[in-house]
C-alpha cells in the first residue's frame, strides 16, 4: 500500500482536529506560564501549580483572543 493512499490513522485524525490543536495552543501558554513564574519564584512552581494560577488569571482572556482572531480569517 503506497502512502498516497494510506487511511489515516486516529492519530492522524487527533493531531489535524481543531479541537487538539486549541488544546495543544493552551497547553504551550500554561508551559510559558510556568517557566515565567517559576523563574519569578527561584525553583520550579510545578505544573499544577501553574495550571490552575494560569486558569484563574488568563484563560478567558486568552480564549476571548484566540477567538476574536479565529474568526478575523
Known amino acids: ?6 487511511e489515516p490513522t486516529a492519530g492522524d485524525l ?6 487538539y490543536r486549541e488544546f495543544q495552543a493552551e497547553r504551550e501558554e500554561i508551559l ?7 523563574e519569578k519564584a527561584g525553583h520550579d512552581i ?6 490552575t494560577d494560569w486558569i484563574v488569571k488568563h484563560r478567558s482572556k486568552w480564549r476571548k ?3 476574536g482572531t ?4
Open 1 to 6: 500500500m503506497s502512502d498516497e493512499t494510506k
Open 14 to 19: 487527533l493531531k489535524n482536529s481543531t479541537l
Open 32 to 38: 510559558k506560564h510556568k517557566w515565567i513564574e517559576s
Open 46 to 51: 510545578g505544573f499544577e501549580r501553574a495550571l
Open 65 to 67: 483572543t484566540r477567538q
Open 70 to 73: 479565529a474568526h478575523s480569517h
